[in-house]
Structures are given as C-alpha cells and as structure tokens.
C-alpha cells in the first residue's frame, strides 16, 4: 500500500479517510507474527516457574543459562546458536509472560 503524502491526506474526502485507514490497519496487521518453537517456550516457562515480580522476569533475560533445566541446557544452548535473534525471541517471550499478553506467537517444533 503506498503513504499517502500530507497534501493527499489534506485532499481527502471522509471516505477516502476510511478506505485508507482500513489498509493501513490491514498492512499493520498482516505483518509476520514472531515465533518461538513450544520445546523452547515449555524450556523458559520450566526457567520462569514461580516468578512473580517484573523484576524477577528482568533478571531471568540475563540468566537464561543459569535457569533452563541442566537436561535442556543443550537443546537451549543449539536453539540460540542457530536463530538468528534467538535471546531478543526469548527475552520477548519472557517479557509477554510478565506483562500477562502474548507477544511471542508459539508454534510446534
């Protein structure tokens, strides 16, 4: 969809000003979803179990290494190498968890 200009949305008749707005809506929400594999979200909840404060969840971001069980350390260890942002995915879903919505959509694998 192409941006309008200042000086087209000026010109703008009501209708054109919904049409609009509903494409842009459409654009935002047709973006791709982020996603994390279920094996790696059921590792960081096993990692979060029992936080309660936003601070906690903060301080799990940077010990995700400390937290996962010692038999997933691996399978954790080989999922960060090989995606690319895998610890920006994690810190994301971690921080969903704390805030209670999902911004890490959790699909199989």
Same mark, same amino acid.
């Given at each position: 969809?192409?941006?309008?200009?200042?000086?087209?949305?000026?010109?703008?008749?009501?209708? *054109?000003?919904?049409?609009?707005?509903?494409?842009?809506? /459409?654009?935002?929400?047709?973006?791709?979803?982020?996603? #994390?594999?279920?094996? #790696?979200? $059921?590792?960081?909840? #096993?990692? #979060?179990?029992?936080?309660?404060?936003?601070? $906690?969840?903060?301080?799990?971001?940077?010990?995700? $290494?400390?937290? %996962?069980?010692? $038999?997933?350390?691996?399978?954790?260890?080989?999922?960060?190498?090989? *995606?690319?942002?895998?610890?920006?995915?994690?810190?994301?879903?971690? /921080?969903?968890?704390?805030?209670? %919505?999902?911004?890490?959509?959790? %699909?199989?694998?």
């Amino acid at each position: 969809m192409k941006k309008a200009t200042e000086k087209e949305k000026e010109a703008m008749n009501a209708t *054109e000003w919904v049409d609009y707005y509903q494409a842009c809506e /459409t654009e935002l929400f047709n973006q791709p979803q982020l996603t #994390i594999p279920k094996s #790696i979200a $059921d590792t960081l909840d #096993i990692a #979060i179990k029992g936080l309660t404060e936003f601070e $906690d969840y903060l301080w799990a971001v940077d010990e995700f $290494d400390a937290l %996962v069980p010692y $038999d997933k350390v691996e399978y954790f260890r080989k999922w960060s190498n090989e *995606e690319m942002n895998a610890h920006a995915l994690a810190v994301l879903y971690v /921080t969903g968890k704390a805030l209670g %919505v999902d911004l890490v959509k959790v %699909v199989e694998g």
